[in-house]
């Protein structure tokens, strides 16, 4: 299993810009999620999906957006990059059943200048 | 989601217990503990987590109270590698598994 798979690993953007940053599990996990993580910070929730089909806003969703149209991929789409949104991005999906652990990918360091 | 207090650092001497604290006074019935931490600015790596119960796997074991306010995580024999910042963290299922990230202990594990 290669677990949660994110891409690319770094990217830089110029403020403006738009992409997408890739997230992929092969565990058949329903729920899915996108954390940002500042500098000495811990992670904050921008986006999560509960199964194919149903995305929810979380801590930090503007200047995002999401769409889950399959169990194994839930993209993360910045629409008009700005300099705020240097970060690093962290995707993770667990099984819906109660108590269950989250995997996360390794990470996609994003720089907008 | 209840939310946690844990202290901002802690030290340990390698080959020693760490005992890791964390408040959640108010959690909720249905809200699970959960801990996880992260080594330098990988991904965060799932350690343990526990309703009632105390929990013990190959990592860590956990200590909950029985009011549920507040519980220990503990790492045996710590090792250079279990330097990372810990986080504490409480939710339910019903929320899609939200994971509520606070600043988390960073631990240092001394030679």
């Known amino acids: 299993n290669a677990g949660v798979t994110q891409t690319p690993k770094f990217q830089v953007l110029k403020t403006g810009q738009s992409m997408t940053l890739q997230c992929a599990q092969d565990?058949?996990?329903?729920?899915m999620s996108w954390y940002r993580q500042d500098p000495g910070m811990g992670l904050r929730l921008i986006h999560y999906?509960?199964?194919?089909?149903?995305?929810d806003q979380g801590e930090v969703p503007n200047g995002y957006n999401v769409s889950r149209s399959t169990t194994e991929d839930f993209p993360l789409r910045l629409l008009s990059a700005a300099p705020s949104q240097t970060s690093v991005y962290f995707c993770?999906?667990?099984?819906?059943?109660?108590?269950?652990?989250?995997?996360f990918g390794q990470g996609t360091r994003l720089t907008v200048v | 989601d209840a939310k946690t207090t844990q202290p901002p650092s802690m030290d340990c001497a390698e080959g020693r217990a760490a005992n890791l604290p964390c408040n959640h006074s108010?959690?909720?019935?249905?809200?699970?503990v959960y801990w996880y931490r992260q080594i330098h600015s990988q991904g965060p790596q799932y350690i343990i987590h526990?309703?009632?119960n105390n929990e013990t796997n190959e990592m860590a074991s956990l200590i909950i109270t029985e009011d549920r306010k507040s519980s220990t995580l503990i790492l045996p024999h710590a090792t250079l590698r279990d330097t990372a910042v810990y986080y504490c963290?409480?939710?339910?299922?019903?929320?899609?598994?939200?994971?509520?990230f606070g600043g988390g202990t960073r631990v240092l594990v001394k030679p």
């Open positions: 993770a999906s667990s099984y819906r059943s109660s108590g269950t652990e989250a995997f």
């Open positions: 565990m058949n996990h329903e729920y």
């Open positions: 999906s509960v199964g194919a089909g149903i995305t």
């Open positions: 108010t959690i909720s019935g249905n809200e699970y």
């Open positions: 526990g309703l009632k």
């Open positions: 963290i409480v939710g339910s299922q019903a929320a899609g598994n939200k994971l509520t």
